[in-house]
T-cell receptor, first 112, second 113 residues
Framework: KAGVTQTPRYLIKTRGQQVTLSCSPI?????VSWYQQTPGQGLQFLFE???????NKGNFPGRFSGRQFSNSRSEMNVSTLELGDSALYLC???????????FGQGTRLTVV | QKEVEQNSGPLSVPEGAIASLNCTYS??????FFWYRQYSGKSPELIMS????GDKEDGRFTAQLNKASQYVSLLIRDSQPSDSATYLC?????????????FGTGTKLQVIP
């Protein structure tokens, strides 16, 4: 059974650019959550999608957005990148949002 | 009050000792509790799930749950240097009418050889 797949693994972008990250959940899982983690910090919740609908949203500016497709794959987009957006972005999938969450390997974004 | 609270540490224990990691949570109707281990620069890995009051053992790991006190803990017996990592407590909580797993900020464990 394949795990959660995130692409790309590493990204370097310039301030002002935008970026799209992808997450393919475990087969059968319908909920995908996104987190931002900066060095020494805990997981900062971005948003959760379930059956193509955003169910929960964290306290991040509108530059951070996401979507989920009918096959449960999810993308998150960050527009007008800032240096402070440099972080490890993690996605986690669960069957319905309340069960064990399984994480992908993460995408490490560096903004220069 | 934070929804899921952990001491950030670092918690330092000598090799071979018992490491005790603690977590409290705010939603008294929560039913599902998880412990994750995260090595530096890596993604969190699920190591234990617990749903009922009492202890659950898996190898050197024991999760303890006390719903009345809204408290969950993780004991690591015979701690090894390879156990050095950040341990995240996660709790299933009601959020906006839906159930969502909420994470604590983690406790950093250092096992000293």
């Amino acid at each position: 059974k394949a795990g959660v797949t995130q692409t790309p693994r590493y990204l370097i972008k310039t301030r002002g650019q935008q970026v799209t990250l992808s997450c393919s959940p475990i087969s059968g899982h319908r909920s995908v959550s996104w987190y931002q983690q900066t060095p020494g910090q805990g997981l900062q919740f971005l948003f959760e999608y379930f059956s193509e609908t955003q169910r929960n949203k964290g306290n991040f500016p509108g530059r951070f957005s996401g979507r989920q497709f009918s096959n449960s794959r999810s993308e998150m987009n960050v527009s007008t990148l800032e240096l402070g957006d440099s972080a490890l972005y993690l996605c986690a999938s669960t069957w319905g949002g309340e069960t064990e969450a399984f994480f992908g390997q993460g995408t490490r974004l560096t903004v220069v | 009050q934070k929804e899921v609270e952990q001491n950030s540490g670092p918690l330092s224990v000598p090799e071979g000792a018992i490491a005790s990691l603690n977590c409290t949570y705010s939603d008294r109707v929560s039913q599902s509790f998880f412990w994750y281990r995260q090595y530096s620069g890596k993604s969190p890995e699920l190591i234990m799930s617990i749903y009922s009051n009492g202890d659950k053992e898996d190898g050197r790991f024991t999760a303890q749950l006390n719903k009345a006190s809204q408290y969950v803990s993780l004991l690591i017996r015979d701690s090894q240097p390879s156990d050095s990592a950040t341990y995240l407590c996660a709790v299933n909580m009601n959020s906006g009418g839906y159930q969502k797993v909420t994470f604590g900020t983690g406790t950093k464990l250092q096992v000293i050889p």
